[in-house]
């Protein structure tokens, strides 16, 4: 079991994530390429700022978290918006979606190994995965993260051979004036 979860809860009671947030700039740019009809999953949704793109746009939505504050905060969010999405709390160990069901799967700033092989196969066909977190080089300029949770050069896209590569890119960006060292990708299911 990895302990990244742990922590979360008081991170949101501390005012992490602070204030609205903006969807990734990935969902903002792909999300029309998700066909409609099926499910769009956010996994480790945090307090659902990429699930409500989708949600705006009339999907239903499927949002895990380990952190009830997380959850708490993210059906405040939805609330708020008059948008409704499906929150669950769960391990994202044992993902509780079915093989197939997925117009859309979104994966942002998380980062479990074990279930990298999963993912493509909760997509229906022509549905989308996006996925981006951060690289090891993160560790050159920012607070130190533990390295287990952050990718390798090349590692994200190496999961996904199987699926059609619609985008990609890893590097240095600055963000907002700080620099983040990420990997970003977006493939879809034939
Ligand atoms: C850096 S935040 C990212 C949140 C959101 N995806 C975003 O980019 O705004 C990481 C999230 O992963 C959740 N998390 C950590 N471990 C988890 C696990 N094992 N299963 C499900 N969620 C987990 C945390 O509660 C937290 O909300």
């Known amino acids: 079991m990895n302990a990244n979860?742990?922590?979360?809860?008081?991170?949101?009671?501390?005012?992490?994530?602070?204030?609205?947030?903006?969807?990734?700039?990935?969902v903002s740019r792909f999300w029309s390429m998700a066909?409609?009809?099926?499910?769009?999953?956010?996994?480790?949704?945090?307090?659902?700022?990429?699930?409500?793109?989708?949600?705006?746009?009339?999907?239903?939505?499927?949002?895990?978290?380990?952190?009830?504050e997380g959850i708490k905060t993210a059906v405040q969010g939805a609330?708020?918006?008059?948008?409704?999405?499906?929150p669950i709390f769960g391990d994202a160990y044992h993902l509780p979606f079915k093989e197939g069901s997925a117009s859309a799967v979104l994966v942002f700033y998380f980062l479990v190994r074990e279930i990298m092989g999963d993912l493509p196969s909760l997509l229906c066909p022509g549905g989308i995965l996006m996925y981006e977190t951060f690289?090891?080089?993160?560790?050159?300029?920012?607070?130190?993260?533990?390295?287990?949770?952050?990718?390798?050069?090349?590692?994200?896209?190496?999961?996904?051979?199987?699926?059609d590569?619609?985008?990609y890119e890893e590097g240095t960006f600055l963000f907002e004036g700080k620099k983040r060292?990420?990997?970003?990708?977006?493939?879809?299911?034939?």
């Open 5 to 26: 979860w742990q922590g979360w809860d008081k991170r949101y009671q501390d005012g992490f994530y602070y204030g609205p947030l903006q969807p990734h700039q990935l």
């Open 35 to 68: 066909q409609s009809g099926s499910p769009v999953i956010d996994i480790a949704m945090g307090t659902g700022r990429d699930l409500f793109v989708f949600a705006e746009k009339g999907w239903f939505c499927c949002g895990l978290d380990r952190s009830w």
């Open 79 to 86: 609330s708020e918006r008059g948008l409704q999405f499906f």
């Open 135 to 163: 690289l090891q080089d993160q560790n050159n300029f920012d607070r130190p993260r533990n390295p287990d949770y952050l990718l390798h050069h090349g590692e994200l896209i190496g999961y996904f051979r199987g699926l």
């Open 165 to 167: 590569l619609m985008f």
């Open 181 to 190: 060292a990420v990997a970003r990708y977006v493939g879809r299911k034939r």
